[in-house]
């Protein structure tokens, strides 16, 4: 399996893949340019075991929530997609069939549709989320579900290493939280990965699979999904959902995390289920209000940017569309017609004015 990781074939796919959308970066377009050169030098370090990750450079974002994003070099990149490309088959073959964040096929809006499908079919819905998730995955959990599929040991040594060079990034954003059987030794135990890195949202989905797999074939919950640390399990007893919770906090108190236990509330299915930017009912879907916020302040920020010259108009054309092309996926047409008339009725002529006649169109007709 290692060997696989190392060979050139699959180095050149890794970088192919680490570079998409990043071209125009600094650091992905000092790497192409002497790409045979870091490649060579990448693979003979891998070889002798010589490789080691380089610093991480944070930065902070506040939509949709105030979260702290670690991009690793982008050499370390090529290097997670090299490991990805070998050993993510193996675990996708047993991957829960309704786990739908960061695979091939699934999605977010597979997710919704999924979400709608369980809530015409069943009266009531219980949703539930993880509590600081990616800060607070523990190296040692995590280790031992990869260690379950992958037995090569020189995988393992490059999983760990890649492992410890997220230890600690995200220590100021987890709450110490202190499981049945700890001391105050357990405090210091290496937790969190890098949000950014391609390896964590892999190893999320490995993380939580267990918790899948416990709901469907332990609790017999047959209506369940799961997008990163949101899940939701639909039944036709509100007692059965209540026991069920239940037993989920005792089981993840074992792979040492814990919910959101306040807003893991039983309710009808017709209340609406708030559900990845949405919220779904059995018979529609509604977009969340923040969410129309968000859009209409980021909408009015990038119009503004635009007439003074700021930006180019294709950055404004390509929020438009890319916003246009999310919420479709709900009962949205009015909204998108009232809200984008109503920021932007002058923004048309300015919009044709440069030749974007296309985002005209999106900005004053019926899409």
Avoid at 176 to 204: C, E, H, K
Avoid at 350 to 364: E, I
Wanted: aromatic share 10%.
């Amino acid at each position: 399996m290692y060997a696989s990781i190392c060979e050139w074939e699959n180095l050149w796919l890794a970088w192919r893949k680490a570079r998409r959308g990043k071209r125009a970066t600094r650091s992905a377009a000092a790497f192409e340019f002497q790409v045979a050169d870091r490649l060579v030098a990448l693979q003979d370090d891998l070889l002798a075991k010589r490789y080691r990750p380089g610093p991480y450079v944070h930065f902070t974002i506040h939509e949709p929530k105030r979260r702290t994003i670690s991009a690793s070099p982008f050499g370390d990149r090529v290097v997670h997609h090299a490991l990805c490309n070998v050993i993510e088959p193996h675990f996708e073959a047993r991957f829960h069939p309704h786990s739908y964040a960061n695979r091939r096929g699934k999605g977010t809006h597979a997710a919704i549709d999924q979400a709608q499908h369980f809530a015409r079919r069943h009266l009531y819905v219980l949703r539930m989320d993880i509590v600081q998730h990616f800060p607070s995955l523990d190296h040692a959990v995590l280790r031992a579900a990869i260690a379950r599929v992958v037995t090569d040991t020189d995988t393992l040594w490059l999983v760990d290493t890649i492992l410890a060079s997220g230890a600690g990034v995200l220590a100021n954003a987890y709450d110490m939280v202190y499981f049945p059987g700890d001391n105050l030794l357990a405090a210091t135990r290496p937790r969190g990965l890098p949000i950014g890195n391609l390896t964590s949202q892999f190893w999320s989905n490995i993380y939580l699979d267990q918790l899948d797999w416990f709901v469907t074939h332990r609790l017999g919950c047959r209506a369940y999904l799961r997008y990163v640390d949101d899940f939701a399990l639909f039944a036709d007893s509100k007692r059965q959902l209540w026991a069920w919770k239940a037993a989920i906090m005792a089981y993840l108190a074992t792979l040492r995390l814990t919910v959101h236990e306040r807003a893991a509330q039983v309710q009808p299915v017709v209340a609406g289920i708030p559900w990845l930017g949405f919220v779904v009912y059995p018979t529609h879907r509604l977009l969340k209000r923040r969410n129309v916020v968000r859009f209409s302040r980021r909408f009015a920020r990038k119009l503004a940017r635009v007439r003074a010259g700021e930006i180019g108009a294709a950055r404004l054309t390509a929020s438009v569309q890319g916003w246009v092309n999310h919420v479709r996926w709900g009962n949205t047409w009015g909204l998108r017609r009232r809200l984008l008339r109503s920021n932007v009725q002058s923004s048309v002529r300015l919009l044709k004015s440069t030749g974007l006649k296309h985002t005209a169109s999106v900005v004053a007709k019926k899409r």
